[in-house]
T-cell receptor, first 112, second 113 residues
Framework: DTAVSQTPKYLVTQMGNDKSIKCEQNLGHDTMYWYKQDSKKFLKIMFSYNNKELIINETVPNRFSPKSPDKAHLNLHINSLELGDSAVYFC???????????FGPGTRLTVT | GENVEQHPSTLSVQEGDSAVIKCTYSDSASNYFPWYKQELGKRPQLIIDIRSNVGEKKDQRIAVTLNKTAKHFSLHITETQPEDSAVYFCAADSGAGSYQLTFGKGTKLSVIP
């Protein structure tokens, strides 16, 4: 059983396109996150949702829009993709107040 | 906000030797300090964590120590093996009930057979 899953695993697209990445967790957690890991391996928080409500919104371009239809899902939609958006995007989940975050397998986004 | 510094950025050790990675944090309200291991092309995986009410925690060959006064914590790996080669990240939360982890910039550990 996969605890935190993401689709797709790889995404290659051209500049200017719009794309979405989906994330699902079956751990029963109430908090989900999106992280961006760049080529230098820095892990940077982008967004966090708790019980479908946005609680962390770091400084990211408004081309990035997260959507949480329910506690088990957190999707990331990116408009007008740019070269600098190329990175690995990780979804994670945790139980509020517990701290431990569990990561999905990542989505490698390449913008050409 | 929280700032986490991690050193060294790269570390090479001979198989069987010990490895130590150190992190400092800035927010005195931080209570939770996890360590993640990320193998090439894989997801970060939680390997050990420590909360502010203890000074040390061990799990087989890995241990973490915490000094809240000095605001630093360390990961110790003994009897290193080639499969320990990976990037290791420390992190700190932003206080009780917080959701956010701030990560260090990672340490690439290479264990030479």
């Amino acid at each position: 059983d996969t605890a935190v899953s993401q689709t797709p695993k790889y995404l290659v697209t051209q500049m200017g396109n719009d794309k979405s990445i989906k994330c699902e967790q079956n751990l029963g957690h109430d908090t989900m996150y999106w992280y961006k890991q760049d080529s230098k391996k820095f892990l940077k928080i982008m967004f966090s949702y708790n019980n479908k409500e946005l609680i962390i919104n770091e400084t990211v371009p408004n081309r990035f829009s997260p959507k949480s239809p329910d506690k088990a899902h957190l999707n990331l939609h990116i408009n007008s993709l740019e070269l600098g958006d190329s990175a690995v995007y990780f979804c994670a989940s945790s139980q509020a107040g517990r701290g431990e975050q569990y990561f999905g397998p990542g989505t490698r986004l390449t913008v050409t | 906000g929280e700032n986490v510094e991690q050193h060294p950025s790269t570390l090479s050790v001979q198989e069987g030797d010990s490895a130590v990675i150190k992190c400092t944090y800035s927010d005195s309200a931080s209570n939770y300090f996890p360590w993640y291991k990320q193998e090439l092309g894989k997801r970060p995986q939680l390997i050990i964590d420590i909360r502010s009410n203890v000074g040390e925690k061990k799990d087989q060959r890995i241990a973490v120590t915490l000094n809240k006064t000095a605001k630093h914590f360390s990961l110790h790996i003994t009897e290193t093996q080639p499969e320990d080669s990976a990037v290791y990240f420390c992190a700190a939360d932003s206080g009780a009930g917080s959701y956010q982890l701030t990560f260090g910039k990672g340490t690439k550990l290479s264990v030479i057979p």
